[in-house]
């Protein structure tokens, strides 16, 4: 009987001990919010994307309805300014083609009275009484005409083409910077769109309401808890190695969870091996005004398991 005493007491003494304790998570936002509706009671059990807590923030919401008219008008005023600037490039297409159709035209009859003329002029050129100087100079005088007017219409369409390309170049310019702009407000208010859809808090897990500690029409402040969420089914124990003992174990390692108290145990694997040395919580203690110190060991088990609440375990390397 003192044999069984004394290997039982070896185990509680040497084992890597904790408490199976659910995890608590703090519902909270970065900024100041307004309570708008709470879904939840403490105590209630919600699964995983149940809504809990609607807020506001008026500041966003003329953020957002900022942000939307900025990018409306840049749209708007960009649309304005392509319809503007094609209308300049058909009006300068529109005056190339009137004033080079004007000089053709301008060519086309100062062509044919030279060649009536020059018709005329073979016709009577067996007659005593042509002067074929005047006549000649005449017809040289309507040449240089043509010629001035042939180059005045190439000089008329580069001048036109410049300043098509001109504008083409100034449409292109504006599009590009517009763009540039409606970009980044099209970034910024999806920033803020996603903001939004973060008023309406959802559980990220099964489990618990614990304390509701925010009411409806409520302003809360920055990083401040409305509400707590326990699992229901711990993933992680937090355990203490005796500071007294030595323990070969690292982070990686298989282990067994066993319960102090029932023939139930699971595997898990070490995730996290602390680098201080802490107090034992009062649970655990062996006599409750003596003191104990280990380091913390952080266990990651199945989300299936079925441990208690508040149930003392003892972990155990495989």
């Known amino acids: 009987m003192l044999i069984l005493a004394s290997m039982f007491y070896k185990k509680q003494s040497d084992a890597i001990v904790a408490q199976v304790d659910p995890q608590r998570i703090a519902i909270s936002f970065q900024k100041p919010v307004k309570i708008k509706y709470i879904h939840v009671i403490p105590g209630q059990d919600v699964e995983k994307g149940d809504l809990l807590v609607e807020v506001v923030r ?4 003329y953020d957002i309805d900022k942000a939307t008219n900025d990018l409306n008008t840049n749209l708007q005023e960009k649309e304005m300014s392509i319809t503007n600037l094609n209308y300049q490039i058909q009006m300068n297409h529109l005056e190339k083609v009137s004033e080079i ?19 005329i002029k073979n016709a009577l050129e067996g007659i005593d009484i042509y002067n074929d ?40 310019s504006e599009i590009d910077i517009y763009d540039l702009k409606i970009e980044q407000q099209r970034k910024e208010l999806k920033l803020l769109e996603n903001e939004a859809n973060f008023l309406m808090n959802y559980a990220p897990v099964d489990g618990t309401i614990g304390d509701v500690t925010a009411q409806v029409g409520e302003l809360i402040e920055p990083y401040t808890t409305i509400l707590s969420l326990y699992e229901i089914n711990p993933t992680v124990i937090k355990a203490y ?12 390692d298989n282990v067994f969870v066993e319960s102090a108290n029932r023939a139930y145990n699971i595997s898990g694997t070490v995730i996290e091996i602390g680098s201080r040395i802490v107090s034992y919580p ?4 062996q006599v409750q005004d003596r003191k104990m110190w280990g380091q913390e060991i952080f266990i990651k088990i199945p989300e299936d398991n079925q441990f208690l609440n508040g149930e003392k375990v003892y972990v155990r390397a495989q």
């Open 241 to 252: 190695m005796n500071e007294k003992n030595k323990y070969d174990i690292s982070v990686g």
């Open 58 to 61: 008026p500041d966003l919401m």
């Open 133 to 172: 100087t005047d006549s000649s100079n005449f017809q040289s005088a309507l040449l240089l005409q043509i010629e001035y007017l042939e180059k005045k219409k190439k000089q008329m369409e580069a001048m036109f083409n410049q300043k098509e390309n001109q504008l083409e170049e100034k449409k292109k």
């Open 101 to 119: 159709e004007s000089i053709e035209e301008e060519i086309f009859q100062l062509r044919t009275q030279y060649e009536q003329n020059q018709g």
């Open 282 to 285: 009062n649970r655990l203690l």
